[in-house]
T-cell receptor, first 117, second 110 residues
Framework: GAVVSQHPSRVICKSGTSVKIECRSL??????MFWYRQFPKKSLMLMAT?????????EQGVEKDKFLINHASLTLSTLTVTSAHPEDSSFYIC?????????????FGPGTRLTVL | GQSLEQPSEVTAVEGAIVQINCTYQ??????LSWYQQHDGGAPTFLSY????GLEETGRFSSFLSRSDSYGYLLLQELQMKDSASYFC???????????FGTGTRLLVSP
């Protein structure tokens, strides 16, 4: 089956620093990647959708200058949390959709737990 | 807006059958998916319904009624490992994304 990896799995950083999270599709080309945020015992909230080679589309209320998304290749998307603050601490999950696949056919990465001190 | 409602928690015993319900907004609705997520893990796809009726995949089945804007996930022969969170997720015409439900935490006891 399709595999999506994320790196790092866990990161702790100081307030004010920036953190980059990578999302890779290992055995398929992902024309679309999605970034979600999940608080403990809560649902997945879509932050943004990125298509390879174009700018990401952010959901309402998500600061695009704070959460920078790059989808430079068909197998890699990155999320950079700039000037992180404790309220940015969360579980960040990416997913990927292959070319021609329906939008319900998303394969999820294992997530990255970000803790901002 | 697009919102999907689920019960927050369901408890059951091993070997039992449990049904997790999901109600969704009708306008533009296209299809309903179900995902399982263990604590700290990735959501994994379970089932998808675009048409009314029952889809069966092993111990898991999913049902959709478009006229009632309602679906459910049915888990049979429950096992301890089925303890997890379950999310319904909808796709809507014109929106290139999944909208996740509020999630249901299933606790299976011996």
């Amino acid at each position: 089956g399709a595999v999506v990896s994320q790196h790092p799995s866990r990161v702790i950083c100081k307030s004010g620093t920036s953190v980059k999270i990578e999302c890779r599709s290992l055995d398929f080309q992902a024309t679309t990647m999605f970034w979600y945020r999940q608080f403990p015992k809560k649902s997945l909230m879509l932050m943004a959708t990125s298509n390879e080679g174009s700018k990401a589309t952010y959901e309402q209320g998500v600061e695009k200058d704070k959460f920078l998304i790059n989808h430079a290749s068909l197998t890699l998307s990155t999320l950079t949390v700039t000037s992180a603050h404790p309220e940015d601490s969360s579980f960040y999950i990416c997913s990927a959709r292959g070319q021609g696949a329906n939008y319900n056919e998303q394969f999820f990465g294992p997530g990255t737990r970000l803790t901002v001190l | 807006g697009q919102s999907l409602e689920q019960p927050s928690e369901v408890t059951a015993v091993e070997g039992a059958i449990v049904q997790i319900n999901c109600t969704y907004q009708t306008s533009g609705f296209y299809g309903l998916s179900w995902y399982q997520q263990h604590d700290g893990g990735a959501p994994t796809f379970l089932s998808y319904n675009a048409l009314d009726g029952l889809e069966e995949t092993g111990r898991f089945s999913s049902f959709l009624s478009r006229s009632d804007s309602y679906g459910y996930l049915l888990l049979q022969e429950l096992q301890m490992k089925d303890s997890a969170s379950y999310f319904c997720a909808a796709t809507y015409t014109g929106f290139q994304k999944l909208v996740f439900g509020t999630g249901t935490r299933l606790l299976v006891s011996p």
